[in-house]
């Protein structure tokens, strides 16, 4: 479903992503790993189109995307949950949701409310709270939510366990599986190892910029060495 070839990006004189290759198939979740500065919230966002790529090639769908605007790749179907969260603090949690809704794909079952609450029950019980009363935790699903209301065919999800306490980051991990359950595509960001081998199928590793190990969750769950070198802290 997406495929980034050889990406290459700039902030000013700073050479930050440095020949980026990896892809997601339908239906998977693929995990891009690295510490922090890595390189990981930079890949999301020149996929996306927030950061102008130098050079190289992202495809989605089998169509070119590299170049366009963001409100272009999000019309073509791809979805993107930013770190930051970027809540409505003065809209309720419906409403909030409501922001995000797009028309149905066609082939793609709609994303709805009710089924918003059903892959994050814990939002159901607070339509009505304001977006700005609502945990980290909370925000975080609601902007996970807010996002689906877009009907995307994939989504990029940057950093999802970040700042969430353990139980909390169970649920999450819950929820990301529930949505491959759904039939969705998953680029996901993480330094969180733990939270990472629990909801992926493939991983990219990426370091100083570049991609430096790629593979099934399996087989780095079985390399002692390749985690040791470059995820560790």
Not at 72 to 101: D, K, T
Not at 105 to 115: K, S, Y
Not at 126 to 149: A, H
Not at 182 to 208: C, P, Y
Request: proline fraction near 6%.
């Amino acid at each position: 479903m997406l495929r980034v070839t050889e990406l290459h990006a700039h902030y000013g004189r700073a050479h930050i992503l440095q020949g980026v290759s990896l892809h997601v198939r339908p239906g998977e979740i693929h995990v891009l790993l690295g510490r922090n500065g890595a390189g990981k919230s930079t890949t999301m966002k020149a996929v996306m189109g927030l950061v102008p790529p130098t050079s190289g090639g992202v495809e989605f769908l089998g169509q070119p995307i590299a170049g366009l605007e963001p409100f272009e790749v999000a019309r073509r179907g791809l979805g993107y949950v930013p770190e930051e969260r970027r809540v409505f603090a003065e809209l309720s949690v419906a409403e909030n949701l409501e922001v995000g809704r797009r028309r149905p794909r066609e082939g793609l079952a709609p994303w709805t409310v009710e089924r918003v609450c059903a892959v994050f029950p814990s939002l159901a019980a607070m339509l009505k709270r304001p977006g700005g009363r609502m945990s980290g935790g909370e925000q975080q699903m609601l902007t996970i939510g807010r996002t689906l209301m877009g009907n995307p065919c994939l989504v990029l999800l940057d950093e999802p366990s970040e700042g969430l306490a353990p139980v909390i980051v169970d649920r999450m991990a819950e929820a990301v599986r529930a949505l491959r359950d759904e039939g969705m595509s998953i680029l996901l960001s993480e330094q969180n190892w733990h939270f990472a081998r629990r909801v992926g199928d493939t991983a990219s590793i990426i370091e100083k910029g570049a991609i430096v190990w790629h593979g099934t969750m399996q087989a780095l769950l079985a390399d002692d060495e390749v985690r040791a070198r470059y995820l560790t802290v």
